[in-house]
């Protein structure tokens, strides 16, 4: 079991930035890849950035790519997304997920997922 919570998030102005932190727990040995995902209203779930617990690689969304970095703090078990230049689009709920086996993009691979967070990117 692990257990994931996220926080961070907020009302921002377009242009703006945030960072949204998630606290992992539980049985992280067990934990190979880490994310983020976004869900905005009436729209699937849809991938943002991952890294592998080691931190060694990292995946990106076209879309995020030059203004999004992930991160992670090993030793506080903590992951990190730093938003910047955020767009009126870039409005959802945040999610953290990690996998046993995988890093990357597809959703159904992640079995563990935090209760989101809601970014709000006002123009």
């Known amino acids: 079991q692990v257990l994931l919570v996220e926080s961070g998030g907020g009302l921002v102005q377009a242009g703006g930035s945030l960072r949204l932190s998630c606290v992992a727990s539980?049985?992280?040995?067990?934990?190979?890849?880490m994310g983020w995902f976004r869900q905005a209203p009436g729209k699937e779930r849809e991938f943002v950035a991952a890294?592998?617990?080691?931190?060694?690689?990292?995946d990106y969304a076209d879309s995020v790519k030059g203004r999004f970095t992930i991160s992670r703090d090993f030793a506080k078990n903590t992951l990190y997304l730093e938003m910047n230049s955020l767009k009126p689009e870039d409005t959802a709920v945040y999610y953290c997920?990690?996998?046993?086996?995988?890093?990357?993009?597809?959703?159904?691979?992640?079995?563990?997922w935090g209760q989101g967070t809601q970014v709000t990117v006002s123009s």
């Open positions: 997920a990690t996998s046993p086996d995988y890093y990357g993009s597809i959703t159904y691979r992640y079995n563990y």
């Open positions: 890294i592998t617990r080691s931190g060694g690689f990292t």
């Open positions: 539980g049985r992280l040995a067990s934990v190979y890849g």
